[in-house]
């Protein structure tokens, strides 16, 4: 079965036209997710469907920053936070998280700096691996375009 993927707002171009702006559109967005949500999605695109719309009283709001809770904070680890954010987040975490989890790189723990190597950081040390993957699959995974 091929699962449904979470909309984000990103991927959409928005008009400049009230009604038709980003912030005017995230009721439909949110609406759109719910769909996937009633479809039968894994744990991870619930968590992140759900964590990427707070409650502000009874609005939705698009937290567009939203990060999952096991990855590090900016404060304790700069790199991989802002690898989530800038890489990970706008280009991977959608479909990923769509997929079983020794895929889901949106668990920081399917991450261990330090070995094979997953992304090129500012240095060596900081390159980020798959873990828990069989060769196979850790092949497949590092040779599949992830921008």
């Known amino acids: 079965m091929t699962p449904l993927i979470a909309w984000k707002a990103r991927n959409f171009e928005f008009s400049s036209q009230i009604g038709l702006r980003r ?18 999605p894994t744990p991870a695109e619930q968590s992140l469907i759900t964590g990427r719309f707070a409650n502000e009283g009874v609005k939705k709001i698009l937290n567009q920053t939203y990060i999952d809770p ?11 936070y802002n690898f989530y954010q800038n890489m ?3 280009s991977c975490r959608t479909c990923h998280v769509a997929l079983v989890e020794g895929y889901n790189f949106g668990h920081y723990q399917n991450i261990t700096p330090g070995s094979f190597v997953f992304y090129r950081a500012a240095s060596p040390e900081i390159d980020v691996p798959i873990t828990g993957l069989s060769q ?12």
């Open 70 to 80: 096991s990855w590090p904070s900016q404060a304790t680890n700069a790199s991989a």
């Open 23 to 40: 912030q005017d559109q995230e009721k439909q967005i949110y609406l759109l997710n719910q769909n996937v949500l009633n479809a039968g």
């Open 88 to 90: 990970y987040a706008r």
């Open 136 to 147: 196979t699959e850790e092949f497949a995974a590092t040779s599949h375009p992830h921008f």
